[in-house]
């Protein structure tokens, strides 16, 4: 994608979505961890409706190790993977009294060696809780940034590293965001809603996706 295309791009989702968020609810950056660790291969909406009560008498990693892992499994079986997601957030919970004096530090390579927080996890801690442009590339960044052109890449951190360096000021804090809601709710993995896309004539996949009725129109007259 070509530069003044990318600015144009970012533009776009900007003014649909001037203060995007993230879709986890978490009330400090240990809550935020603690939501992110738990919400791989699951959706963020399963995660907090399972974090609402926990986060309510949790909000400290001390408060964690004295829950212990059988009583944060009992505030998590709903969601896949509890039990080794239970025992990597008592874990990094432990880690963090131990290293970090309770408190979870602002740099991705301390981040990244807790248990449990991969990279994505430890961008998207950066981001939100620490205001760092980082760009943590899930599934619906690392379709969005392929279909699109703005970054394509073979991996979440081929995808990553073209995104950071696409990416100009002042779109890159919320950039990831943006992506993600994007992809999430119009660039569908099944089926981008490109007849609704609001950077359609930017994006480089085709065919682009006709609206529904006029899919079914053609559906009708071919028979
Ligand atoms: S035009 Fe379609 S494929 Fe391109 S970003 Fe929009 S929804 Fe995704």
């Keep these: 994608m070509k530069k003044a295309d990318i600015v144009e791009f970012y533009a776009r989702l900007a003014a649909d979505n001037p203060h995007p968020e993230t879709e986890l609810a978490a009330g400090n950056p240990f809550q935020l961890v603690v939501a992110v ?7 963020d909406v399963g995660v907090n409706k399972a974090t609402r009560v926990l986060f309510e008498e949790v909000k400290t990693p001390a408060q964690m190790v004295a829950l212990g ?11 896949g993977l509890f039990n080794t997601k239970a025992k990597n957030v008592i874990a990094l919970s432990e880690r963090l009294i131990a290293e970090y004096g309770g408190e979870v530090p602002a740099d991705r390579n301390a981040l990244e060696t807790l248990p449990g927080v991969g990279r994505k996890t ?3 801690v950066m981001n939100v809780a620490f205001g760092a442009e980082t760009f943590a590339v899930d599934t619906h960044i690392f379709r969005v940034g ?3 052109g703005l970054a394509r890449g073979k991996t979440p951190l081929a995808v990553e590293l073209k995104l ?3 990416t100009p000021a002042p779109f890159r804090l919320h950039a990831h965001h943006w992506l993600i809601l994007h992809g999430r709710y119009v660039c569908k ?5 490109c007849w609704r896309c609001i950077v ?10 006709p609206p529904p009725a006029a899919a ?3 559906a009708a007259v071919a028979a």
Aim: hydrophobic residues 30%.
């Design 200 to 209: 359609a004539d930017l994006c480089a996949y085709k065919p682009k996706t």
């Design 37 to 43: 660790a738990l919400s791989a291969q699951a959706t």
């Design 69 to 79: 892992e059988e009583g944060l499994k009992q505030h998590i079986r709903t969601i």
């Design 146 to 148: 392929n279909r699109t």
């Design 164 to 166: 950071d360096k696409a």
């Design 189 to 193: 993995a099944r089926r981008p809603e």
């Design 216 to 218: 079914s129109g053609k």
């Design 122 to 124: 430890a961008n998207v």
